[in-house]
């Protein structure tokens, strides 16, 4: 579950980046976006490393 997360908000950032080229594009939007979806996912990581540290 943790690394389907991981990889759908890795997916999201990669997707806002590239929405926010656009010329049409709302660029503070999807940076803001970039960020929030960046702190989710460190989030996500240190979740998955802290349940790994524990199972030892």
Do not use: P, Q
């Not at 980046?17 to 594009?25: I, V, Y």
């Not at 460190?42 to 030892?56: G, M, P, Q």
């Amino acid at each position: 579950m943790i690394d389907e997360k991981i990889t759908r908000y890795k997916n999201g950032i990669i997707a806002a980046k590239e929405l926010s080229k656009r010329n049409f594009a709302d660029r503070t939007y999807y940076n803001n976006l970039v960020s929030k979806f960046e702190k989710i996912l460190r989030f996500y990581e240190d979740l998955k490393t802290w349940k790994e540290f524990t199972k030892v």
